[in-house]
């Protein structure tokens, strides 16, 4: 990996913090009012994705002058289907984690002892919920920096705006 690609790698990451703040905070909350987990997560995905664009594009991925320029709502919609992809792997992953593997047992000790001290909405199975979103992270970043990076954010070479660039010299 080049020193480029890392240093955009990073500041992807730090959008991505700001994003999973977005997405957790709404699922988190939406859970809390016992909306169900796959449909917080859509509400959470709709909006972290929006965030993700607005940042990605002014922070990370920024355009290139000797590249073609892009058009903003090509991008968002691009966007939009590169975090796709990750949102449908986080949807199956929250699937197998919550209702196959049973994360909530896990949490069973912790909400006990939330519950008696008289949270009743922090229960084992909201904190399951947060636990296996908090696993699916570990797959969907990496994902989602990929796609974005080479296709989303992708800019196309443009041939008079790079033949200048050799002229001025």
Do not use: C
Request: hydrophobic share 50%; charged share 20%.
């Amino acid at each position: 990996m080049k020193k480029n690609d890392l240093i955009q790698f990073l500041k992807f990451a730090l959008v991505g913090v700001s994003n999973t703040v977005v997405s957790e905070a709404v699922y988190a909350i939406l859970v809390y009012w016992k909306i169900h987990y796959l449909a917080a997560s859509l509400i959470g995905f709709l909006l972290s994705v929006l965030n993700a664009y607005f940042w990605s594009s002014r922070y990370v991925f920024t355009e290139q002058p000797h590249e073609e320029k892009r058009v903003w709502w090509k991008v968002l919609i691009k966007t939009y289907a590169a975090y796709l992809w990750g949102y449908l792997a986080s949807a199956a992953l929250l699937v197998f984690w919550i209702d196959l593997i049973k994360v909530s047992r896990f949490m069973e000790h912790l909400g006990t002892r939330l519950v008696n001290a008289g949270y009743e909405r922090l229960d084992a199975v909201f904190l399951g919920n947060l636990l296996a979103a908090a696993l699916n992270l570990v797959i969907t970043v990496p994902m989602n920096f990929v796609t974005n990076k080479y296709w989303a954010y992708r800019q196309k070479s443009n041939p008079k705006r790079s033949s200048d660039r050799f002229r001025r010299g």
